[in-house]
């Protein structure tokens, strides 16, 4: 079943990268993924990336997709090959301290907040740009900037939704000419179960898809 719904969601994503979030998921779930050849996996905890990582086959990569405290960023480090939820400058400190221990350069993705739902975390679009213009992110030499990532209104119409990732896709081209190293700077995280068709229409390359695959 599992291997089923993968099969259906890559035929109609095409060059679109897939993270499997195997979130809240079985080690019986996470194999059968495994299976199906995936190999990117998202959670939102670290502790579960702790839990499940060494119980996995270790060609799999780890994407932390949810809120990262700067007091966790020294465990998960070791973990994990991309963070899409880097939210503010304290957290770029702390994972620039820890990367430059560990002789890492650390890829992540900068959250961007495009939703009108006040639970959500990510910079401010316009706070972002005006971060990116003012140099600060030039010292941060053991942080690869690889791009954005957001999330949608939680039971937004369509129209509301394409037009939040439209927004994230703007801020994505301001930004790109401002990073350390633009060239880096190419992934947009965008769309999950209920949304990734109108993500990949507002051209994301990256979609995190949960529930559609195990439920
Ligand atoms: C849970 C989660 C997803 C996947 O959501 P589904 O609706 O289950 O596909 C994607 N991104 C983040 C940040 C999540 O927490």
Same mark, same amino acid.
């Given at each position: 079943?599992?291997?089923?719904?993968?099969?259906?969601?890559?035929?109609?994503?095409?060059?679109?990268?897939?993270?499997?979030?195997?979130?809240?998921?079985?080690?019986? =779930? $996470?194999? @059968?993924?495994? *299976? %199906? /050849?995936?190999?990117?996996?998202? +959670?939102?905890?670290?502790?579960?990336? #702790?839990?499940?990582?060494?119980?996995?086959?270790?060609?799999?990569?780890?994407?932390?997709?949810?809120?990262?405290?700067?007091?966790?960023?020294?465990?998960?480090?070791?973990?994990?090959?991309?963070?899409?939820?880097?939210?503010?400058?304290?957290?770029?400190?702390?994972?620039?301290?820890?990367?430059?221990?560990?002789?890492?350069?650390?890829?992540?993705?900068?959250?961007?907040?495009?939703?009108?739902?006040?639970?959500?975390?990510?910079?401010?679009?316009? =706070? $972002?740009? @005006?971060?990116? *213009? %003012? /140099?600060?992110?030039?010292?941060? +030499?053991?942080?690869?900037?690889?791009? #954005?990532?957001?999330?949608?209104?939680?039971?937004?119409?369509?129209?509301?939704?394409?037009?939040?990732?439209?927004?994230?896709?703007?801020?994505?081209?301001?930004?790109?000419?401002?990073?350390?190293?633009?060239?880096?700077?190419?992934?947009?995280?965008?769309?999950?179960?209920?949304?990734?068709?109108?993500?990949?229409?507002?051209?994301?390359?990256?979609?995190?898809?949960?529930?559609?695959?195990?439920?």
């Amino acid at each position: 079943m599992i291997q089923q719904k993968i099969g259906a969601i890559r035929r109609e994503i095409g060059q679109t990268q897939l993270i499997v979030v195997s979130k809240y998921r079985s080690m019986e =779930e $996470l194999n @059968e993924v495994y *299976k %199906s /050849g995936e190999r990117k996996f998202g +959670e939102n905890r670290v502790q579960e990336i #702790i839990k499940k990582a060494p119980m996995m086959p270790n060609d799999i990569e780890w994407h932390l997709i949810g809120h990262l405290q700067t007091n966790k960023v020294k465990q998960i480090l070791p973990y994990v090959s991309l963070i899409h939820s880097v939210d503010s400058i304290k957290l770029l400190n702390e994972i620039e301290q820890q990367a430059q221990k560990l002789n890492r350069v650390m890829p992540v993705l900068l959250q961007i907040h495009v939703s009108t739902d006040e639970t959500k975390f990510g910079f401010d679009p316009n =706070e $972002l740009i @005006e971060l990116a *213009k %003012s /140099g600060i992110l030039n010292q941060f +030499e053991h942080i690869q900037f690889k791009g #954005i990532m957001t999330m949608s209104t939680l039971n937004a119409t369509n129209d509301q939704v394409k037009s939040e990732f439209a927004t994230a896709y703007q801020c994505f081209l301001y930004l790109k000419p401002l990073m350390p190293n633009p060239s880096d700077f190419t992934e947009r995280s965008y769309g999950m179960s209920g949304d990734y068709q109108l993500a990949i229409e507002e051209h994301a390359t990256i979609v995190r898809i949960g529930s559609l695959i195990f439920e």
